[in-house]
């Protein structure tokens, strides 16, 4: 089902920093899935783009292939809430490739079993 990891960009109104440490974060908890970057210079190579602390999606420029998230976090622990809400995504990659029985991206086979059961 997929031919690459999924490019994801995550973007932050005002603290930069906060948008780097969800990049660093999903790129560690879903590196077979997912490539994550924090740095906005290059509006054409994300897939998806997820605002942090938004409560709509920022009128920002993005190619016409790029979908749009918007992420608003709780103040308290929103390290919590940016774990849940990326390994949901990662969740959401594994399912559709479970779907169609193929391995995440690079990978030459499934991590599963593919044998048909019987009875």
């Not at 940016?82 to 030459?108: E, Y």
């Amino acid at each position: 089902m997929y031919k690459r990891r999924a490019r994801v960009l995550f973007w932050h109104p005002t603290d930069p920093a906060k948008a780097r440490y969800a990049a660093t974060l999903a790129g560690s908890l879903g590196a077979d899935w997912l490539e994550a970057r924090a740095d906005a210079t290059d509006r054409a190579w994300p897939d998806l783009l997820i605002a942090l602390d938004c409560h709509t999606l920022p009128e920002i420029p993005r190619a016409e292939h790029t979908q749009g998230k918007y992420w608003s976090l709780p103040q308290d622990q929103w390290e919590v809430a940016l774990r849940a809400r990326i390994l949901s995504v990662i969740g959401g990659f594994r399912l559709l490739a479970r779907m169609d029985r193929s391995p995440a991206p690079g990978h030459a086979t499934a991590r599963f079993d593919k044998t048909p059961r019987l009875g």
